[in-house]
């Protein structure tokens, strides 16, 4: 894959800034190269608390939502959530059950089995809870596009209440794009047209939640701040921008787990070797969301979300080694998706602009994992299909690139599908097989991307001498955790930096370990992850690096270590 090493150039006064705020020029300036602007946004940033968060009577259709669910309180009306079958549908479920129970309501809850229904409420699900007895349903993380469910559902009498956070659909009338929207009694999703509420971007476990906080100020109880702690894992899970209101519930969520009272929550928590009190983002996104998901991708989310509702720590923690060796399976799976994922697309669609996979034998719950993967070594918007367990149907997960809406393109073809949702930059299809030559066709002959959308741009923050790093730079730099998509984490560039000695480590042999002289003449640390970089590199060579300093301590010796992110050899 191609890539273009950018320097970001933004302005501000960085030493008036750092100044104000107590931090680096460095900081300063990196804080600037994510768009914030001003004194205020600056200190929104660092500072952001719980009064930044959001109105949550500004969300559509808020008023409809609270009287249906007032209603029900009083006429004692059973409540079925029905739910998703990833981190931020089990989180909602989480988050709606704990609250409406709290309450007073009578309530339960439900997902879709992942092969069995495929995504979102159903008509299965439906009529298991009309015949229960429930009167109303409450989706969560789903039901934006269940146009044909909602109608049964109401046909039946029950009262149905949306809370999603997906795209509406849209349809194309004389030339102008307009959503279709759901015939719920209620339907409460940021990205509705016309919405008023201040940021769209927020998951679909943060609108549960904004609708229970609603609810209770309605009832005049006392919200449950520590369900905070699933909005933040579902934000970070559901790979939300770490902007906005975001930022703050992530780090007023780590804040909480740090001194939870969610027993079932530690006990999955430490079963990943996770400490509560020193949680990141990265350990959401790549060891506690994981082992969450892989209950919905293997078995049935129901086991995650029986096991975080759980006050029996025994029971959560059985629940909690199984959901990890599931994730052990779901790593396999994944990697063997992906090499024969790649051996498709380059052998049968190596000039495609839009990678459409029949990827045969792979289990579909890993579909998007491995699409995303392809994504990310090709730079192509990617759809990987394989076999459902319904003669003749396959299901896809799309994964997409920042030029390529894949909701709207996908949009434009829906007659070619049984179910499909999603947003700019994922999605989700069934369809006939036959018909998935007519979808890459039509795709790849619609699309407009041109070569230089296919090159990767690598931004940087700055060029940083390595004699400048401090420890109170780094310092500075984890004033600006939690990081992620729409908050990376700060990288710099140095150039003419000679190796001066490599040694290769690890198990697998997959760590090097290198002493690297600056600009300074001095020598230091480093380390690199990337073996495919490493294997390139010999003592003596001259590379220009992307990078990230940490603090390294070993036995009690503190020092400043060069994690290197990207190389570029001199020739």
């Known amino acids: ?117 495929g995504y979102g409420i159903n008509k299965r699900l439906i009529d298991k809870a009309h015949k229960e007895g429930y009167g109303m349903i409450v989706t969560c993380d789903n039901g934006i596009a269940a146009f044909n469910e909602i109608i049964y559902a109401k046909e039946l009498g029950m009262k149905v209440l949306v809370t999603d956070h997906h795209e509406p659909p849209v349809e194309e009338i004389e030339g102008a794009v307009k959503q279709m929207i759901v015939s719920a009694d209620a339907v409460v999703d940021p990205k509705i047209d016309g919405s008023t509420y201040p940021f769209s971007e927020i998951c679909g476990a943060v609108v549960a939640m904004k609708v229970m906080q609603a609810l209770c100020l309605r009832l005049g109880r006392k919200f449950d701040d520590s369900l905070l702690e699933y909005g933040a894992i579902a934000t970070i899970g559901d790979i939300m921008p770490l902007r906005d209101e975001n930022r703050v519930i992530v780090k007023e969520g780590f804040k909480r787990i740090a001194h939870s009272q969610h027993k079932a929550l530690m006990t999955l928590i430490g079963a990943v070797g996770v400490d509560p009190t020193r949680i990141t983002a990265y350990d959401v996104g790549f060891r506690i969301g994981p082992c969450l998901n892989s209950s919905g991708r293997l078995k049935n989310a129901m086991y995650a979300i029986d096991m975080l509702l759980s006050d029996d720590v025994a029971k959560a923690s059985d629940i909690a080694l199984y959901l990890t060796e599931l994730n052990e399976d779901r790593k396999d799976m994944t990697v063997d998706g992906f090499n024969l994922g790649c051996e498709i697309l380059e052998r049968d669609h190596p000039d495609d602009k839009v990678q459409v996979l029949y990827i045969p034998g792979i289990h579909e719950s890993v579909a998007g994992i491995v699409a995303g993967r392809i994504k990310d070594k090709y730079n192509h918007p990617v759809i990987a299909f394989t076999d459902s367990t319904e003669e003749g149907v396959i299901k896809g997960s799309a994964r997409s690139i920042e030029a390529y809406d894949m909701f709207l393109n996908l949009s434009h073809h829906k007659e070619l599908f049984i179910k499909f949702g999603g947003h700019s930059m994922a999605a989700g299809i069934s369809m006939k097989k036959d018909l998935l030559d007519e979808l890459r066709s039509a795709l790849n002959s619609d699309c407009e991307l041109a070569d230089a959308d296919f090159v990767k741009k690598v931004w940087i923050d700055s060029i940083l001498p390595f004699g400048y790093i401090s420890e109170k730079l780094i310092s500075d730099i984890e004033k600006l955790e939690p990081f992620g998509f729409g908050n990376s984490r700060p990288v710099f560039a140095e150039k003419n930096v000679i190796v001066k000695d490599i040694r290769i480590v690890g198990k697998n042999m997959n760590v090097a370990k290198l002493k690297l002289m600056g600009s300074d003449g001095r020598v230091y640390s480093g380390v690199c992850f990337d073996k495919d970089a490493f294997e390139q590199v010999a003592i003596g060579d001259s590379l220009n690096m992307i990078f990230r300093p940490q603090i390294n301590e070993y036995n009690g010796v503190r020092s400043i270590e060069i994690v290197i992110e990207k190389i570029y050899l001199k020739v």
Do not use: Q
């Open 1 to 117: 894959m191609r890539e273009d090493w950018r320097i970001y150039a933004k302005k501000a006064d960085f030493a008036a800034l750092a100044k104000e705020f107590d931090i680096d020029p460095v900081v300063a300036r990196v804080i600037r190269n994510r768009d914030y602007i001003t004194s205020d946004d600056y200190r929104t940033y660092l500072f952001g608390d719980m009064s930044c968060l959001h109105n949550p009577m500004l969300l559509s259709d808020i008023e409809k939502a609270l009287v249906l669910l007032c209603d029900a309180l009083e006429s004692g009306t059973a409540v079925k959530i029905i739910g998703d079958y990833d981190i931020d549908g089990i989180c909602s479920v989480v988050i709606l059950y704990s609250a409406l129970s709290m309450l007073g309501f009578k309530v339960g809850y439900d997902v879709p089995d992942r092969m069995k229904d």
